[in-house]
């Protein structure tokens, strides 16, 4: 009965691969994000989409694609990792939009991440 | 400036004692506010959440807001050693027209028993 699941826990992979990270919520959630949590532990926020609509995209290079194939799922892609690729990543949902048909702002349910290291 | 300031350097706290953590932010319209714990080596969680000026408390934990000054805190009473952690101050604003959340590096508290 897992909130927020992603997939695979590790990854460890080399230069040049392209490989891919799953997530799901089963909370009705209708916003779900990919953070980034370098080796300084410093969060960063990547992606955001909203039912299926992408409403944040931070400057990230084109190597990483998300893609939201319903509300529940949001998988990220990446494209010839580096090394800098290294590094713990979130999935996390919060709840949809509120009055006036701003992002609600609700808290974070995150997912256990996602340790990807690129040799 | 940093959207969202913490105090640096780890915070070891005597087990029983209270433990203060500090957090400013930049952008005045900011709405809500949250605290994260995370343990090492795994994902955030939410502990508490404060949206107008004031205290809150929850348990042994008290969140306090103030607009004005643009800080928010949080006070851990009675430390144990498993509140030993990462807690991360995290600061929403809907000016940005979405779900944007802007985090601090977070404070280490050691809970020393």
């Known amino acids: 009965d897992t909130a927020v699941s992603q997939t695979p826990k590790y990854l460890v992979t080399q230069m040049g691969n392209d490989k891919s990270i799953k997530c799901e919520q089963n909370?009705?959630?209708?916003?779900m994000y990919w953070y980034k949590q370098d080796s300084k532990k410093f969060l960063k926020i990547m992606f955001s989409y909203n039912n299926k609509e992408l409403i944040i995209n931070e400057t990230v290079p084109n190597r990483f694609s998300p893609k939201s194939p319903d509300k529940a799922h949001l998988n990220l892609h990446i494209n010839s990792l580096e090394l800098g690729d290294s590094a713990v990543y979130f999935c996390?949902?919060?709840?949809?939009?509120?009055?006036?048909?701003?992002?609600?702002?609700?808290?974070?349910?995150f997912g256990n991440g996602t340790r990807l290291t690129v040799t | 400036q940093k959207e969202v300031e913490q105090n640096s350097g780890p915070l070891s706290v005597p087990e029983g004692a209270i433990a203060s953590l500090n957090c400013t932010y930049s952008?005045?319209?900011?709405?809500?506010f949250f605290w994260y714990r995370q343990y090492s080596g795994k994902s955030p969680e939410l502990i508490m959440s404060?949206?107008?000026?004031g205290d809150k408390e929850d348990g042994r934990f008290t969140a306090q807001l103030n607009k004005a000054s643009q800080y928010v805190s949080l006070l851990i009473r009675d430390s144990q050693p498993s509140d030993s952690a990462t807690y991360l101050c995290v600061v929403n604003n809907p000016n940005y027209g979405n779900n944007r959340l802007a985090f601090g590096k977070g404070n280490q508290v050691v809970v020393i028993p």
């Open positions: 996390a949902s919060s709840q949809g939009r509120g009055a006036g048909g701003r992002v609600y702002n609700s808290p974070l349910h």
């Open positions: 952008d005045r319209g900011s709405q809500s």
């Open positions: 909370l009705g959630h209708d916003t």
């Open positions: 404060i949206y107008s000026n």
